[in-house]
């Protein structure tokens, strides 16, 4: 009787319209992996600067593989990124797209974001057993993490660093061209912190982040540009507001890191309350 109930309940329009959204989810889904592979092999990069073309004069101008490029012109043109002429098989991007897929845009380069849904893709069967049995999944697992994550940050914070943060706290300006020792918790590959060494060579700066690999990039650059005011170290810092001096710095940043944190409400709770030394 019950088993008959429901299906007198079946409601057949509302069925037919999530099977749509996940048809759409799926085709979106995939769409998602095409653009990742686009912005790190430049495709939309160079379809912005040039006239419509084939897919053989694209493939010669970026340098790429013309049948896989054609595979991608048709995964593009189904998702309505690309346009095609028929008669001529050519293709172009339209430049109401190019605004927000190409470096040339900058903060709006969506594409750059695109990339976190290949990235979590790599540790589902991680994922998975966490469901069984609890835990989480080691940093070093997210094997191009620190990769996209200076790049996102490279758009929303190093874009906006000179123009709205530092602006942000009364003085820090004039502050930091005096001289003012910086911690950065989390600083990732340091981008921030190199650029800081570069606009204020009077203070010193100090980064700190659990990844070997980001740390190894963020001193390398470093080095490369020639700063003398910036050290950056490899710790665990999940004890962080038990074990470090924070005392000994004039100002304390994180950036992008405190939600990532498995204690990130104690984070919240000591950088709120941290006395005489100013955060943000």
């Not at 790599?122 to 069984?132: A, K, L, M």
């Not at 910036?230 to 950036?255: C, G």
């Amino acid at each position: 009787m019950a088993t008959k109930d429901v299906k007198s309940n079946f409601n057949t329009a509302k069925a037919e319209a999530f099977a749509e959204n996940m048809l759409t989810t799926l085709n979106h889904g995939a769409l998602c992996l095409m653009i990742s592979v686009d912005h790190r092999s430049g495709l939309f990069d160079a379809m912005n600067d040039m006239s419509p073309a084939t897919s053989n004069g694209i493939a010669e101008r970026v340098g790429l593989n013309e049948r896989y490029v054609r595979e991608w012109l048709g995964a593009m043109v189904t998702g309505k990124v690309i346009d095609i002429n028929p008669l001529t098989m050519q293709f172009s991007l339209p430049k109401e797209h190019a605004a927000f897929l190409t470096r040339e845009a900058s903060s709006d380069n969506m594409a750059v974001f695109v990339q976190y849904i290949p990235l979590i893709a790599t540790v589902e069967d991680e994922i998975v057993e966490c469901f069984r049995n609890g835990g989480g999944v080691s940093y070093s697992k997210y094997t191009r993490f620190h990769e996209v994550m200076a790049e996102d940050s490279g758009q929303s914070v190093l874009s906006s660093l000179e123009t709205h943060i530092i602006p942000l706290v009364p003085s820090l300006h004039d502050r930091l061209l005096k001289g003012s020792l910086v911690l950065d918790v989390g600083c990732g590959r340091g981008r921030i912190l190199n650029r800081l060494a570069a606009l204020y060579p009077a203070s010193a700066f100090v980064g700190m982040d659990l990844s070997q690999e980001a740390i190894t990039y963020a001193q390398q650059e470093a080095l490369t540009a020639g700063h003398d005011n910036v050290d950056f170290k490899v710790i665990d810092l999940s004890d962080f507001d038990q074990t470090t001096n924070v005392e000994a710095y004039d100002f304390i940043t994180t950036f992008d890191a405190i939600h990532d944190r498995i204690t990130s409400t104690r984070w919240r709770r000591f950088g709120s309350n941290v006395g005489g030394r100013e955060n943000a």
